[in-house]
């Protein structure tokens, strides 16, 4: 029996919030992890104990199959949690759209992590690691309140994204998720360990701001808006 798969989260009036798209724009490709590379060093068992039939079990029997040595991207996912974002259900949105993200990187067998900032500072839910999609269930408790420190998260996201990429001795195809409002007055400057940035416009659609396409802009990274 089939399950159904995951239901997208819902706003409180009902509506339904649509699903991220992990990938890059095609024009930002680039920044995408390089192609799965393979070499023969797995035993296909099913292979094998067809050729050993009845026999006993000999290193002649052994049937090889390739192996992937793609090294998964890490998807850093920033959210915002400050005061400014329990307004207009922003924070809600934001978590929903947090979720949807670590399913559609479970789905691609990519690897994952999620920081949160604001009032009580910046915390790290969930370490670098592979995504499992039962870690979308770290958002839902997530509250909000306090002020944006931005800077510290930005900080915290450049010295993850290196202890990860030492780790797996890889680089260039992460990509950090800032998902934000643009309410602060704090300038900083883009993770450097970043291979690619998105910034996920949660500013008030009736008095933006305009700060996260102006970041955008000067990090050279990729603005979208939610919906």
Known sequence: MSHPGPRAPTAPDGRRWPTPNLSPKPSLARHAARPAETVGAGIHWLRTLVAKGPQRLVPAHLRHRAVSLRTPPLHLIAL???????RGGRLAWAKGFAARLIEQAARAGDHVALLCFGGQGVQLLLPPGPARAAGSARVRPVGGGGGTPLSACLQEADRLLRKAQRQRGAAGGDCLWLLTDGRTLEQPTAP???GHIVVVD??????PLGRCAAWAGRWHAEHRLPA
């Open 80 to 86: 915002d949690t400050s005061g400014s974002m329990r």
């Open 192 to 194: 450097r360990s970043a």
């Open 202 to 207: 949660f500013d008030d659609p009736l008095r």
